[in-house]
C-alpha cells in the first residue's frame, strides 16, 4: 500500500492541524479540506472543521461574515491560502498576472486573504503547482503581503508553504523561505530549479509517508466524509462516490 | 398589510441605469431570473456592488454590456473556471474595477447598517488592494499608544439590491435563512426588490425558528414569483446548482461570439453599444 | 463531538471574582439560576457589562454586594418599577457606574466581534453620558469636508458571558431565535457558558430553520440544564415573566433588610462585606 | 360618548402619525402604543408599528440592536420619549435627580436615547406628569439635548412635547418650545403655573376631542389589540380583557 502524493500532502497538512479547535478551509480546496478532517478525526479534543460554503459543515449562521468575524476574534487557528503567484517574501497574489489594473491575465480577485491572512495564526500556503510560474521572485500584486511592518497589528501570518513538491517553513524574522521538506521523487535541485524565488536550506529530509494505519483510516473513514464535499476529487483518487450532496 | 406583488421583468424596469446594485453571492440568494430580464431591458451603466463575491450574475452582466464598473472580492465561476466575459473585459480595458476583499465590502455595508460615515478594519495594510483605494484612508488609532495604522472604510449606501429567496410569506417577509449577507445588502440599500419561488399565506412572524430566519417586510418594497429563480445557481437546500449548464456557459462565454450564442439561446442578446 | 455538561454551580465557580460580566437584557435570556448560585458562593468585585440593560439579575447581584462596578443604558424592575438595590447603592456612593445607551453598549461588544479596536456612534454628541465617559473620544470624521464631530467607542472584551435559552443540542449548539443580542455577547467575550431547559438529540444544523436561530457550539465552552432556569424573568414563547415574584422582590427589595429576608427566602444571604 | 383624557392623548397622538412607514413604542407605553395602533388602523398605506419588547408585534430579528440600527438607517420615522426631568431646551433626562454620578434619586438610565433623539426625525416627548418638577428649567444630567450646535449630525430631534395637560410644538431653530395647545380644563395659566420652564405661546387652541366615530373605533376595533400589549392599561381605560399574550 502505497500513499499518492496527495495522499502524503493530506498527511502532511493533517500533521499541522493537530491541536487546533477550529480550522477553516475553502470550497474548491479538496486537498486542505481532506486533511482537516483527517485531523478532527484523529483529535482527542473538538476540533471544528468548517467547509465554506457547504451547509452541513459550515455552522457560521450570521452570512458569510461570520468567518471574517471569527477569524479577527481569533477563533481561527488555521486557514489554508493560495495564489496565482506566491514570492519569496511569501506575498500573494490573487489578482492578476501584469500591470494593474488592466492585466494581461485576470484572475478572481483576493477573496477573504487581505484580513485573513494577518489575522490567522497559522496560514498555510498550499499551491500543488510548484514552477516558476507561480512561486516568483516578486508578485504582480500583493492581495496580502507575507509579513508587516513593525507597529502593524498582524497576530497571524503564513506558517509554511506546501507544494507538489516540497515544503517551505516562512521565517518571520528573515522575511524569508526555509526549505525543511521535499517530497518522495524529488531533489534540492528539482526544487531549486522550479522555484522562482531564493530560499534558505534547512535539515531539508524527506516527507514521510503517512503510516499504513493511517492511510487505511483515511481511505477507509476520511474518504466517505471528503466525497460529501469534494465528489469529484474523493471519486478519482479512491472511487467513493458521494453519499448525500454538502 | 399584503405586500406588493409585481413581475420580475418590473423588478428590472425598477433597477435605474447607473444604478449602484446590490449583488449577492453565489451560496446566496442568487437572483438569475431578474438578471436575464436586466440584460432583455439592456439596462446600462450599472455598477455592482458584490457582498463579497459574484459568478455567473456578474459575467453575464458584464458580457452583455449592462455594466460600468465593480466593486469585489473576488469574480469567478467558482469549480467552473474563472469568470470570462469579466476576465475578457479587464483586460480589454473596458470595465472599471475596485477590487476589494470580501470582510472590507462587508464593513463597507455595515457602516450602512449601523448609520455611520465609516467603520475601521484590520489588515489591508501594505496590500496593492490600499493602494488603489484612493477612497480608503489609514488613520492612526486614536486608542493606541504608539503606532497603530487603521484602515477606515467609508459607508457605500447602495441605491437597489434584487435578491431571490425560498419563500416569502404574503405579508413580504422573506426567508433567509442564515444567509444574512442578504440582510446586510438589504439594510444598506434604499430600495429592495426580492423573488421568491412562492409565496406562503403562514406569517413567518408565527414561529420562533422561522422568524429568526426572515427578513422583516418593512425592508422590501415589492415580490415577485419566480419558480427557479436562481437557476442556473443553486438555492440553499431546495435546488443545488445546475453543473450541466454552468459547465456549459463558463465554454460558451469564453469567446464574444460564444457567449451572444449563449444569450441568443435564452433570447437574449448582448446591447448593441457593448 | 458532544459539549462538556456541568452544573449550575460550576458555572457559578468558574466565573471568577473580578470578572467583567456580560449580562443580557430581561426580554433575552436571563441566567437567573446562575445568578443565585453566583450569590451563593459569595461572588465579589463583578463588573457587570450589560447589553443594554439588566433587570432583577443586575439588582439582585447588587443588593448580595457581588457588584463593583455596571455598565449599562438602565437597570430597572420595567413595569414593577425601580430597581431598588441599585439605586440604594448609587444613592449611597457604593456602586461605580458608567452610564451608556443602548446602541453604545452594542457598539462597544462589535467591536470586539469584529477584532477592531474601536467603532464610530452617532448621537451622543452633547450628552452627559459622552462628557462622563473619559474612556470614549471624539474625533472629527475623517471623510467629511467639513467639521463633522463623531464619537468612538473603544472595543470592550468580557472576560465571561452567562445566558439562559430554551434549548441546546448534544453538540453544544444553542437555540436563540432572534435574541441574536446574546451572539453578540457571546462573540465578544472570551469565555461563554450557558443554561438550557433541555438537552435534545437533534442537530440545530439538520434544519435551516433551527440553525438559522443557533448559536453554533464552538462558541460555547460547557452548558449546564436548569429547568426555568431564567425565572422569575420570562423565557421567549415558553413562560411568561412571574409578574408575582417580580412584585413581591420589588416590594421586599426596597429596603436592606427587606432585600436580606427575600434572600433568605431562596436560601441565600448577601456577602458579610456588603 | 364623552372621551377621557388618554382617549383624548391617544386620538391627537394618532393624528400626529398619520403617513409614518415605521412608528417604534416602548413597551411601557401604553399611550403612544395606543396611537400608534390606531394610527396603523386607519392608515391607507403599509405602517410598521413596532412594539418593543412584545414578540408578535416585533418583527426585528438581528435582536436588539436592529431598531438602533433601523432608526440610524431613517427608517424608523416617529419614536417616543420621556424623562425624569424634561427642559425648556428638550434636553431630556432619563438618568435621575441631583448631582452625578451619586445622585439623590437614581433613575433606570438613558436607554436608546442619545442615539434615537438624533436620528429619527419626529421624536415625540410624551410625559403625562406635567409639572414643575418633571418639566424643568434645566434637566440635573442630559441624557440626550434637545438640540445640537452647527455641524452635529442631527437628522431627526423633538417635534413636539405632549403631555397630560398641553401641547408644545419644539421650534428648533429658537430652540424653545411653544404652546399650541390645552387640553379641555386647562387654561393657559394653569399650563403656565404648572411649567417649570419659559415657552413662546402661539394659537393655543383647545384639543380638539375625537369624533364619534374615532372614539368608536377606538373602543370597539382598537382596544381589544391594546389589551394584547398592555393588558392593565386596557383592563382600567375600556374594561377589555387581554385575548392572549404578546
Known amino acids: 500500500m502505497k500513499a499518492s502524493r496527495e495522499e502524503l500532502l493530506i498527511s502532511l497538512l493533517a500533521d499541522r492541524l493537530a491541536g487546533d479547535r477550529h480550522v477553516a478551509v475553502g470550497a474548491a480546496s479538496p486537498i486542505p479540506g481532506s486533511a482537516a478532517l483527517l485531523a478532527k478525526a484523529e483529535s482527542s479534543r473538538p476540533m471544528q472543521v468548517t467547509v465554506l460554503q457547504s451547509r452541513r459543515h459550515n455552522h457560521f449562521v450570521e452570512g458569510s461574515r461570520e468567518l471574517f468575524d471569527c477569524a479577527a476574534q481569533g477563533r481561527i487557528d488555521s486557514f489554508f491560502l493560495g495564489g496565482v503567484q506566491i514570492d519569496g517574501q511569501a506575498n500573494i497574489n490573487l489578482v492578476g498576472i501584469g500591470d494593474y489594473p488592466r492585466m494581461k491575465k485576470r484572475f478572481p480577485g483576493s477573496f477573504g486573504s487581505a484580513l485573513m491572512y494577518y489575522v490567522v495564526p497559522k496560514v498555510i500556503l498550499f499551491r500543488e503547482e510548484h514552477s516558476r510560474r507561480s512561486l516568483v521572485e516578486k508578485v504582480d500584486f500583493i492581495s496580502a503581503p507575507g509579513s508587516s511592518e513593525e507597529g502593524v497589528y498582524r497576530p497571524g501570518g503564513p506558517k509554511a508553504l506546501v507544494t507538489g513538491r516540497a515544503v517551505f517553513e516562512f521565517d518571520r524574522i528573515r522575511r524569508r523561505f526555509r526549505l525543511e521538506q521535499i517530497h518522495p521523487g524529488e531533489t534540492k535541485k528539482s526544487v531549486e530549479a522550479a522555484t522562482g524565488f531564493a530560499y534558505d536550506l534547512g535539515a531539508v529530509t524527506e516527507t514521510p509517508a503517512p503510516s499504513a494505519g493511517r492511510l487505511e483510516f483515511l481511505r477507509g473513514e476520511i474518504a466517505p466524509k471528503v466525497a460529501q464535499f469534494y465528489p469529484e476529487f474523493a471519486e478519482r483518487m479512491w472511487g467513493v462516490a458521494a453519499q448525500s450532496a454538502a | 398589510m399584503a405586500i406588493q406583488q409585481i413581475s ?90 475596485q477590487d476589494s476583499t470580501c470582510p472590507a465590502l462587508h464593513t463597507q455595508l455595515q457602516a450602512v447598517e449601523r448609520g455611520v460615515p465609516f467603520m475601521p478594519m484590520r489588515g489591508l495594510v501594505g496590500s496593492d488592494i490600499l493602494r488603489h483605494r484612493p477612497d480608503w484612508r489609514v488613520i492612526d488609532n486614536p486608542f493606541a499608544d504608539e503606532g497603530d495604522p487603521l484602515v477606515l472604510l467609508p459607508a457605500r449606501p447602495l441605491d437597489v439590491t434584487v435578491i431571490h429567496a425560498p419563500y416569502a410569506d404574503s405579508e413580504g417577509n422573506v426567508f433567509i435563512g442564515r444567509r444574512r449577507e442578504l440582510a446586510t445588502l438589504v439594510h444598506a440599500s434604499e430600495r429592495t426588490f426580492v423573488t421568491v419561488e412562492k409565496v406562503v399565506e403562514q406569517s413567518l412572524f408565527e414561529s420562533e425558528a422561522t422568524a429568526a430566519g426572515a427578513l422583516p417586510a418593512f425592508y422590501v418594497e415589492a415580490i415577485a414569483q419566480a419558480e427557479k429563480g436562481a437557476w442556473p445557481c443553486g438555492l440553499t437546500d431546495l435546488y443545488p446548482p445546475d453543473g450541466g449548464e454552468l459547465r456549459r456557459y463558463a465554454e460558451a462565454a469564453k469567446t464574444a461570439t460564444g457567449f451572444a450564442d449563449y444569450l441568443a439561446g435564452l433570447g437574449l442578446s448582448p446591447r448593441a453599444a457593448a
Open chain 2, 8 to 97: 420580475v421583468e418590473e423588478i428590472a424596469e425598477a433597477v435605474p441605469d447607473g444604478a449602484l446594485l446590490g449583488i449577492p453571492a453565489d451560496y446566496s440568494g442568487v437572483p438569475m431570473a431578474v438578471t436575464r430580464a436586466l440584460i432583455a431591458r439592456e439596462a446600462k451603466e450599472l455598477r455592482l456592488f458584490c457582498l463579497p463575491l459574484t459568478t455567473i450574475q456578474g459575467d453575464m452582466l458584464i458580457g452583455a454590456g449592462c455594466v460600468a464598473g465593480i466593486e469585489a472580492a473576488a469574480v469567478t465561476l467558482g469549480e467552473y473556471g474563472l469568470a470570462p466575459r469579466f476576465s475578457a473585459a479587464i483586460e480589454a480595458g473596458l470595465l472599471d474595477i
